[in-house]
């Protein structure tokens, strides 16, 4: 069984990473704990990080101490990741052709420069809004709170309101993450929140704990969702005997989403109205939805990911008893690899599905 977050390799040229190069979720979190790093974000793992988005910031529209606002995002959400924007000429092209303008998810990569994202956000900008990932699940174990906070500062004041959607935790609840993770998503949300950007908050899916073929804590890497949320944001408690700063995100973060790769999780079936009645239960402010589709490997337009497509993109018109803030999302993770040129078969999929 696919296990451990799901990650594409590219060209990481390190000899002593030849033993993990598999994709599978329990070798990249073996990766990630031993390395620090992820072995899908290939080409500029060693690109310095220059602290320059203070200086950027005042030429891209971003005052110190004011709004990084950026536009409402309509619903429904059609959404997909950009993991590498090297390339933003065929892929602004690709999201062009979005049957609906889409929202593409850009991957900020660890010790990469603020800078090397704004032209190619202010390229997308004109066919796509905009999420920005401060930190994919596989980098956080490298940051400390403080140290996150400085990063998303950085890009915060370099990107401003280029950026309309800031994900500031992404599978919060794999065990892959680190410590302290609940302390750096405060330290992310207190930056963007109170500059008066929208927030993210993208959790881990596996099935239930009465799910028979559920695979939390298997070889996947990790917690339940509900357990995780209920003990990080203290449900058990009165509200009033609850933690101040995570009450504060949790009633105030505008996306609550989930990641899902339903191969990593075979037979599992899960009861989606039932899920985000629940989630929406515990974030009552928040829209709901995906914050991360695909599978395990990308397959470039394989049978099983054009019904996973048909399947999950058309939901918010063929799933009924979802709640009134399901917005959709999706994200599909391979959206460079599998959609870039555009005219892929699986690019027709994609619109199809959306129509």
């Known amino acids: 069984m696919l296990s451990g977050p799901r990650r594409k390799v590219g060209g990481l040229n390190y000899p002593e990473f030849a033993a993990v190069q598999d994709k599978s979720k329990a070798s990249h979190r073996a990766f990630t704990a031993i390395y620090g790093i992820s072995k899908s974000k290939r080409k500029k793992v060693g690109r310095t990080f220059i602290r320059s988005g203070l200086v950027l910031g005042l030429f891209y529209g971003t005052a110190l101490g004011g709004s990084i606002a950026g536009r409402d995002v309509p619903v429904p959400l059609y959404g997909v990741t950009l993991d590498d924007v090297s390339k933003p000429a065929p892929e602004g092209n690709s999201l062009a052709h979005v049957a609906h303008r889409p929202t593409v998810r850009i991957v900020f990569d660890p010790r990469t420069d603020a800078s090397y994202y704004v032209k190619p956000i202010q390229q997308f900008r004109s066919v796509a809004y905009i999420m920005g990932e401060l930190a994919d699940s596989s980098y956080m174990r490298q940051y400390t709170a403080s140290s996150i906070k400085s990063w998303t500062q950085n890009y915060t ?13 992404n599978e919060v609840n794999g065990d892959w993450l680190g410590s302290n993770t609940m302390a750096k998503i405060e330290a992310m949300y207190d930056v963007v929140a109170s500059q008066d950007g929208a927030t993210a908050l993208t959790f881990f899916y596996e099935g239930e704990p009465s799910d028979p073929h559920n695979c939390i804590s298997t070889d996947n890497g990790g917690n339940d969702m509900f357990t995780w949320i209920a003990q990080q944001f203290q449900l058990n408690q009165p509200t009033s005997q609850r ?15 989930i990641s899902w790769y339903p191969d990593q999780c075979p037979r599992e079936n899960p009861n989606w109205p039932w899920v985000y009645t629940k989630l929406a239960g515990i974030f009552p402010k928040s829209k ?7 599978a395990a490997h990308p397959q470039y337009g394989s049978s099983y990911e054009i019904d996973e497509i048909n399947q999950y993109y058309p939901m918010a018109k063929t799933v009924a008893g979802l709640p009134a803030s399901y917005i959709g999302g999706y994200f599909w993770w391979y959206f460079a690899e599998e959609m870039v040129p555009w005219g892929t078969t699986l690019s027709s999929v994609f619109n199809a599905a959306i129509q």
């Not at 004041?157 to 935790?169: F, T």
């Not at 709901?288 to 695909?294: A, T």
């Open 288 to 294: 709901v939805g995906f914050g991360e589709l695909g």
């Open 157 to 169: 004041a370099a990107l401003g309101n280029l950026v309309d959607i800031w994900e500031i935790g």
């Open 243 to 257: 933690s101040v700063e995570t009450e504060k995100i949790r009633i105030n973060v505008n996306y609550v989403l």
